[in-house]
């Protein structure tokens, strides 16, 4: 069973800053990628950013420049600098994990954290 734990949502101004923390636990072999998406209400949820174990961080184009990832073994953190009114969703946490070194990994996500900004 693997859990992720989400916190650091709330309220903010325009211009303000968030930052997003997301702690996995359980009994499991490894995390590959992990990331943030997104999900606004109409809209379907997309991907904010994403971290691979030792790799680079690629980011939407809608928050490059103004967020950032990062990642301490399992857990990974997003900045969220310069906030716009339409940064307001439901951040998800997401992580692809491995139970044993041959096997595919499996992703899961966090129960979400509520972020919002106003103008």
Known sequence: QVQLVESGGGSAQAGGSLRLSCVASGSFFKIDDMGWF???????R?????????GEANYADSVKGRFTISRDINTVYL?????????????????D????????????????????VSS
């Open 38 to 44: 997104r999900k606004a209400p109409g809209k379907q």
């Open 46 to 54: 997309e991907l904010v950013a994403v971290i691979p174990r030792g």
């Open 79 to 95: 900045q969220m600098n310069s906030l716009k009114p339409n940064d307001t969703a439901v951040y998800y946490c997401n992580a």
């Open 97 to 116: 994990v491995s139970f044993t070194l041959l096997t595919p990994t499996h992703g899961y996500w966090g129960q979400g954290t509520q972020v919002t």
